[in-house]
T-cell receptor
Framework: EAEVAQSPRYKITEKSQAVAFWCDPISGHATLYWYRQILGQGPELLVQFQDESVVDDSQLPKDRFSAERLKGVDSTLKIQPAELGDSAMYLC????????????????FGAGSRLTVL | AQTVTQSQPEMSVQEAETVTLSCTYDTSESDYYLFWYKQPPSRQMILVIRQEAYKQQNATENRFSVNFQKAAKSFSLKISDSQLGDAAMYFCAYRSAAWGSNYKLTFGKGTLLTVNP
């Protein structure tokens, strides 16, 4: 069964350091999402890509977070500098993403990258 | 903006019994999708069931079924014959179907379900 791959699974870093997460969506999925999930809460969208273009980054703290999906396939989410409040699970998800296509609105999630900032 | 509310932070059920998880949402749209996702401890989030708002019939998937009340903006999940493997955090989610929307999922805060043997 096709999966969304994420790495690293766990990352511990000190505040002010840089950290990066990688996501490889299911092959053929045009839409890619990065969500942040603080412990005990529901995921919140950080950024959404349609192919290589950003569709929604309204909740991305752009002073320290950046995301890219250069070739419209895999994606990288970067945080620089990391702050204590960034400790969370970072979830990547993908979907076919095309309106009117059956099943296109179903997101498949990766296992997530858990970040701890000390 | 759409909001999703799960009023039960935690629920528990005895194995083989039935449990219902509540979800309400707020939207001005008429066309949308609703989902229940399950997130087991330290494992990835998986889709349990989904409902298209234009369908009156409630969705079912084996032991999982929903009670979709569009006018009341309510979308509860019923788990029948609960099993130990059902223990997880359950998230209700909303997604617009409006043309031109970015189709992002808006999640509730989740309900932690414990299944007692």
């Amino acid at each position: 069964e096709a999966e969304v791959a994420q790495s690293p699974r766990y990352k511990i870093t000190e505040k002010s350091q840089a950290v990066a997460f990688w996501c490889d969506p299911i092959s053929g999925h045009a839409t890619l999402y990065w969500y942040r999930q603080i412990l005990g809460q529901g995921p919140e969208l950080l950024v959404q890509f349609q192919d290589e273009s950003v569709v929604d980054d309204s909740q991305l703290p752009k002073d320290r977070f950046s995301a890219e999906r250069l070739k419209g396939v895999d994606s990288t989410l970067k945080i620089q500098p990391a702050e204590l409040g960034d400790s969370a699970m970072y979830l990547c998800a993908s979907s076919l993403g095309l309106a009117g296509v059956a099943g296109a609105n179903v997101l498949t999630f990766g296992a997530g990258s858990r970040l701890t900032v000390l | 903006a759409q909001t999703v509310t799960q009023s039960q932070p935690e629920m528990s059920v005895q194995e083989a019994e039935t449990v219902t998880l509540s979800c309400t949402y707020d939207t001005s749209e008429s066309d949308y999708y609703l989902f229940w996702y399950k997130q087991p401890p330290s494992r990835q989030m998986i889709l349990v069931i989904r409902q298209e708002a234009y369908k009156q019939q409630n969705a079912t998937e084996n032991r999982f079924s929903v009670n979709f009340q569009k006018a009341a903006k309510s979308f509860s999940l019923k788990i029948s014959d609960s099993q130990l493997g059902d223990a997880a955090m359950y998230f209700c989610a909303y997604r617009s179907a409006a043309w031109g929307s970015n189709y992002k999922l808006t999640f509730g805060k989740g309900t932690l379900l414990t299944v007692n043997p």
